[in-house]
């Protein structure tokens, strides 16, 4: 049956013995390396590669970053693991800044989440990718009415030292 399905697919022919023999070691010979190809392709694939984007790294702890938001463009110095200091230059050109503990968890290599609570209420919670330079943010304050409001944010990410 072997030799019948090997000839089947290289459409070889086999009348002697020396030639089931010759059909079975190259059938034997190319199986296995087809084997040994699939094993080099998946260590291949599977390999990790260091980023090479500009706002990669391993830790924010120590750098200086700047988010670009819709409506505003904030610096945030990551001065140690518990706190930041942040300025933020809105669209009409007002200008806020603060100090803040915060709460810092590196999730992986590339991302990190962030929470703050500023010392008007206004509540920042940050997932970074330094990989791709997205930030997604959730931000929670007191609105006009005095009732608690949120919203989604993404911004784009950079290192700035």
């Not at 924010?60 to 463009?73: D, R, T």
């Amino acid at each position: 049956m072997f030799f019948k399905l090997v000839q089947c697919i290289f459409g070889l022919e086999y009348r002697t013995m020396k030639h089931q023999v010759i059909i079975a070691s190259l059938a034997i010979v190319l199986i296995a390396g087809a084997c040994q190809s699939n094993t080099e392709k998946k260590s291949i694939t599977s390999e990790t590669v260091p980023s090479t984007s500009a706002s990669h790294t391993s830790t924010l702890i120590g750098h200086k970053a700047e988010i670009q938001f819709p409506e505003m463009k904030a610096t945030i110095t990551y001065a140690d693991a518990e706190t930041l200091h942040w300025s933020t230059i809105g669209e009409d050109g007002v200008k806020n800044e603060g100090d803040e503990k915060m709460s810092y968890k590196q999730l992986s290599n590339d991302l990190h989440f962030l929470n703050w609570i500023e010392k008007d209420g206004f509540t920042v919670s940050q997932i970074i990718n330094t990989k791709t330079g997205e930030v997604t943010a959730f931000w929670s304050y007191d609105g006009k009415d005095g009732n608690r409001e949120s919203q989604y944010v993404t911004g784009s990410f950079s290192l700035i030292d």
